[in-house]
């Protein structure tokens, strides 16, 4: 069967990986091939976690599922996975064209030409669009910005796992070539910019709303010198992200204002955003934007506002009082994880998820041991440290990246224990850490730092534990994908570097429920109220088997004595007569 006889607008829609199924089947195609093909579409589906019949045959659909797929977790070799995807492809191009790899179609005499004066890096990059062009007979002369679109289209419904990546590349080398190549195609292409401009500029508010929001973030930051009445400064100095974020936050209000039919002029102060009729109109605004659900995002932002009239604008405490109930209602007051990290904690109930994690540094410092390129070993050490000491010393992602040898790795006592010693100052609740790790930890850290971190940093003089490019730490952001990544390929488990902290707290609760205080005193709560208040409920599944066992064993005893607590007797049967 061709994919002629298949309407195309109907192909991304109707049809499902059954169908798909059914298509190969009835080719025209070697039978070798068939198989292949389907053994391909049954493996995306089993990835899935689905039957074929549930999976519709859309390829953008699929690139978008698929590339979340940890292959490990399905016990399927990386390279066994690049050939199925390869094949889900080329299966895909019986019912609905897909946009062709950089090595299917030859190039055209006239792009060939052209590519030959790039640099080999743009020649690669823009390797499949010329193939493209050239699939569909389209030459330098006759190419057009329309073409162009098409071919991001066709991006969009292939299997890569980045399109949108692949697409601004393609465009940045043409870019490159229209300034470089004498003849090149000059059809002025861009990247798409899909980001929301929604927010206002400084620029278009009057001069005194931003002087005034600039005199909050000095109070906030304490580069306000006066002192309150009573002598005492009146806020700890937040972070300079904190406080990009608040100054964000202002100027966001007052543009979801001026969204929602508010004259920017009229706009001069803090106290304008914070009257109360404008304080409904904005949070409006962006309870439209997500679809009238309320957020921890919206809420944050209500308070924010609600600090600004309490502390800068010193409104009465009557409109304290309607802003704190607005706020109540768009934060009822959550108590435990959110729902996301419930779910993601969830697999942790079994045991083999459990085992696959905490084994996972010995294995990742066992393959870069044996890694032929020196630098990917190295980085694979650099993953198996950092997963080894969220498994030990649950920090925060930001004093992870942070650590540095010389003034966080401690060495005490007369067996030298490491230790990760943080200072009050470095950590986010102002409560210092002091993490003694156990042998095999200090162990597998040493090595990383001895053996492995040199291939990773050229820079002397540089101490951090986990160098980045340049002096420093890695970008804090990056290093939590690469963690992530790192344990989703291996294992299949969706772990984030926070999540380390929730995980610890609940393998403590399940082998010993109810004991808060030393989740407390591990991740450094000033409270035990904050403690109880994220973790109460986390040790039911444990606490539903202890129930269990209790129950089977009592039904078990009562087995054993029979009704109303007598023992059963045990019949004896009676001996046939010899005989008989």
């Keep these: 069967m061709s994919s002629r006889n298949i309407p195309q607008t ?145 991006l969009e419904r292939s299997l890569l796992k980045r399109p949108g990546e692949t697409f601004a590349m393609t465009v940045r080398a043409w870019q490159r070539a229209e300034v470089a190549i004498v003849g090149w195609p000059q059809i002025g292409v861009s990247i798409p910019d899909r980001r929301r401009h929604w927010v206002l500029k400084w620029d278009r508010f009057p001069q005194s709303l931003s002087r005034d929001c600039q005199k909050w973030c000095d109070r906030l930051a304490g580069r306000d010198l006066l002192e309150d009445e009573d002598g005492y400064a009146p806020f700890r100095p937040v972070r300079p992200a904190t406080l990009a974020h608040r100054e964000w936050q202002v100027r966001a209000f007052a543009s979801a204002l001026v969204r929602m039919g508010r004259d920017p002029a ?69 108590r435990g994880l959110t729902e996301t990290n419930s779910t993601r904690l969830r697999p942790f109930n079994e045991q083999e998820n459990v085992a696959a994690l905490l084994t996972l540094p010995q294995e990742l410092m066992r393959q870069a041991r044996r890694h032929r390129n020196a630098r990917r070993g190295a980085v694979r050490a650099q993953m198996a440290t950092a997963i080894e000491i969220l498994l030990m010393a649950p920090i925060r992602k930001r004093n992870l990246v942070s650590l540095d040898i010389e003034r966080n790795l401690v060495r005490s006592g007369q067996n030298g224990a490491l230790h990760i010693v943080i200072s009050a100052e470095e950590v986010k609740n102002r409560e210092p850490l002091e993490h003694p790790l156990p042998p095999e930890s200090a162990d597998l850290i040493e090595t990383y730092i001895e053996k492995f971190r040199p291939h990773l940093t050229s820079t002397r003089n540089d101490t951090s534990l986990f160098p980045g490019i340049g002096r420093g730490p890695k970008n804090q952001s990056f290093f939590g994908t690469q963690i992530s990544q790192t344990i989703r390929a291996y294992t299949g488990l969706r772990v984030n570097p926070h999540l380390f902290r929730h995980l610890g707290a609940k393998l403590h609760l399940d082998a010993h429920p109810g004991d808060y205080e030393t989740v407390r005193r591990v991740l450094a709560h000033r409270s035990i109220q904050t403690t109880s208040d994220f973790y109460t409920g986390l040790e039911t599944s444990a606490a539903a088997r202890h129930f269990d066992k209790t129950i089977l064993n009592l039904r078990e005893e009562s087995s054993a004595k029979g009704p109303k607590g007598m023992k059963t007797k045990t019949r004896r049967t009676k001996k046939p007569e010899q005989g008989k």
């Design 10 to 154: 109907e192909c991304a829609s109707a049809l499902s990986l059954a169908d798909l199924l059914t298509i190969i089947g009835a080719s025209t195609l070697p039978e070798r091939k068939r198989q292949e093909l389907s053994s391909a579409v049954r493996t995306a589906s089993r990835a899935l976690g689905k039957s074929p019949d549930n999976v519709p045959a859309d390829a953008r659909l699929l690139a978008s599922r698929l590339k979340h797929v940890a292959p490990a977790a399905m016990g399927i070799s990386r390279g066994r996975w690049n050939n199925v995807r390869s094949l889900l492809r080329t299966a895909l191009t019986l019912i609905q064209p897909i946009s062709p790899g950089r090595h299917r179609n030859d190039v055209l005499p006239e792009w060939r030409a052209l590519s030959n004066q790039l640099s080999r890096s743009d020649k690669i990059a823009l390797s499949r669009v010329l193939r493209f062009c050239s699939a569909r007979g389209i030459s330098p002369n006759a190419v057009t910005k329309r073409a162009f679109d098409d071919y991001h289209l066709h």
């Design 266 to 334: 009229t706009l001069t102060s803090l106290s304008d955003l914070v009257e109360i009729d404008a304080f409904k109109t904005g949070l409006r605004f962006f309870l439209d934007r997500d679809g009238g659900k309320p957020t921890t995002a919206i809420a944050d932002l209500a308070s924010s506002l609600k600090a600004v009239a309490r502390h800068y604008v010193c409104v009465e405490p009557d409109r304290l009082r309607r802003m704190g109930k607005i706020i109540g209602r768009l934060s009822p007051g959550r």
